[in-house]
């Protein structure tokens, strides 16, 4: 059971746009940036957004995030087929003094 | 370029130990707090631990407080992690990960070592 909550699957057509959501706490994603990874199967994990809507150098702008509240939210426009991959929400949760990551979720490109 | 490299992973039987290590180069190591993050079998990203630059904080996920332990030598920026009393569950890929461009945001990862706990 993760402490941040995402839905496990998503799925969109080419050049369709996409969001996914993840759901904290008081203690978590509402105090907290929210940053978020897309992992590649067989591949290490790679920042998409930090700071809750910030891209590192190299993301292309068709990936976005937002924090409201509670809740955080990854939007991908404009889908490609590589953008095909596991994604994953993560924050720091000050009741458990530590790093907490959503149970991820996968993206199907139709 | 920045790169981590984790090494010591294998087979272990449970109850044994391993001590992993992260060789970091291309950034100014000592100046950033690290992480190890384990992803078992077919499962979903978990953080294990962070270290703050100069040692003084040290944090753990519940299941491996007491049993795993995380250094860091910036001399040989290098980062570890010593761990003991092993389990079936702590089966996973280990990642170290820096945290450079932001607290709690991992900006570079290495490509892991497999961890196999079983008799």
């Known amino acids: 059971q993760s402490v941040l909550t995402q839905p496990p699957s998503a799925s969109g057509t080419p050049g369709q746009r996409v969001t996914i959501s993840c759901s904290g706490s008081?203690?978590?994603?509402?105090?907290?940036?929210v940053s978020w990874y897309q992992q590649l199967p067989g591949t290490a994990p790679k920042l998409l957004i930090y700071?809750?809507?910030q891209r590192p150098s190299g993301v292309p702008d068709r990936f976005s995030g937002s924090k409201s509240g509670t809740s955080a939210s990854l939007a991908i426009s404009g889908l490609q087929s590589e953008d095909e991959s596991d994604y994953y929400c993560s924050t720091w949760d000050d009741s458990l003094n530590g790093q907490v990551f959503g149970g991820g979720t996968k993206l199907t490109v139709l | 370029e920045v790169q981590l490299v984790e090494s010591g992973g294998g087979l272990v039987k449970p109850g044994g130990s391993l001590r992993l290590s992260c060789a970091a180069s291309g950034f100014a190591f000592s100046g950033y707090s690290m992480n190890w993050v384990r992803q078992a079998p077919g499962k979903g990203l978990q953080w294990v631990s962070s270290i703050t630059s100069d040692s003084f904080a040290k944090y753990y996920t519940d299941s491996v407080k007491g049993r795993f332990s995380i250094s860091r030598d910036n001399a040989k920026n290098s980062l570890y992690l010593q761990m003991n009393s092993l389990r079936a569950e702590d089966t996973a890929v280990y990642y170290c990960?820096?945290?450079?461009?932001?607290?709690?945001?991992?900006?570079?990862w290495g490509p892991g070592t497999l961890v196999t706990v079983s008799s």
């Open positions: 990960a820096s945290e450079v461009i932001s607290n709690s945001a991992l900006d570079f």
């Open positions: 008081s203690s978590n994603i509402g105090r907290k940036a």
């Open positions: 700071n809750n809507n």
